[in-house]
């Protein structure tokens, strides 16, 4: 299937690895333009030139931190518009007990998990509008459904920014510009494992064994790969899915039991 996205200009926030990666892969496979944002210029540039060649698409970078206005303002200065935006802090999450959580921290929270989107989302969605094309995909957690001890500060920030679009689609909607939001559980990357390592370290047991122990939170039973969530991105950022919008779509193998 065409998802009709050839040629589209595509910006990848914390695009050198994990699902942003795969989002890229999967959207430079289908024609796009793109451009990876992310902290490190060097291994940008060995990531974009591994997508170009495994695609044939046009893969550019912007080196910059994301979690500052300052970040934020010098990716829309470089590339000043964009058909497709998905965002992605790419800040590992920690949990932080409440009483260690400062007003500064909850700023800088807040800046990694909202800002980041948001400031984005309003420097490119007015051109998006103007062209009657845009898809904005925003890479949550699937912990905004059911509140976890210790995440507070993550949790506000994206529970913060599903309000905000909540609101903001319906003025983008009628110019074909949708904006959804991916809430991930158990992927298997880079950030996953680092974080299963702490935990298996912390608690004197093997890696696999705190790996069986998330597994089984899951319906699905295992650990995601990388490129079911990549693909899922690409399908919202289709031509043809500009009326599905204002959406948080789970996608955690089933560790989430609500209905809603």
Not at 17 to 27: H, K, P, Q, Y
Not at 68 to 90: K, M, Q, Y
Not at 123 to 144: E, K, L
Request: glycine share 10%; net charge neutral.
């Amino acid at each position: 299937m065409d998802i009709g996205v050839a040629g589209r200009h595509a910006i990848i926030c914390g695009g050198s690895r994990g699902i942003s990666r795969a989002a890229a892969d999967r959207l430079a496979a289908e024609g796009a333009r793109v451009t990876l944002v992310a902290r490190t210029a060097a291994t940008l540039e060995q990531v974009a030139a591994e997508i170009a060649a495994a695609t044939g698409a046009e893969v550019s970078f912007v080196a910059t931190d994301l979690t500052s206005p300052e970040g934020r303002a010098h990716l829309i200065a470089e590339r000043p518009a964009a058909d497709i935006l998905v965002t992605n802090a790419g800040v590992p999450q920690r949990p932080i007990p409440y009483r260690e959580l400062d007003r500064e921290e909850w700023i800088r929270w807040f800046d990694a998990h909202f800002f980041s989107a948001i400031d984005l989302i309003h420097a490119y969605a007015p051109g998006m509008c103007d062209r009657r094309f845009g898809r904005i995909v925003n890479v949550s957690a699937n912990f905004i459904k059911f509140p976890q001890i210790g995440v507070g500060h993550s949790h506000a920030a994206r529970l913060a920014l599903a309000g905000a679009i909540a609101s903001l689609v319906r003025e983008v909607a009628p110019f074909n510009v949708s904006i959804n939001s991916i809430l991930p559980g158990l992927i298997d990357t880079e950030a996953l494992r680092d974080a299963l390592g702490q935990r298996a370290k912390a608690k004197g047991v093997t890696y696999e064994t705190v790996e069986a122990e998330v597994r089984k939170r899951t319906a699905a039973g295992r650990l995601a790969d990388p490129k079911e969530a990549g693909d899922l991105i690409a399908m919202l950022c289709a031509a043809q899915m500009g009326y599905v919008t204002g959406q948080n779509i789970v996608n955690d193998g089933g560790a989430f039991e609500g209905l809603f």
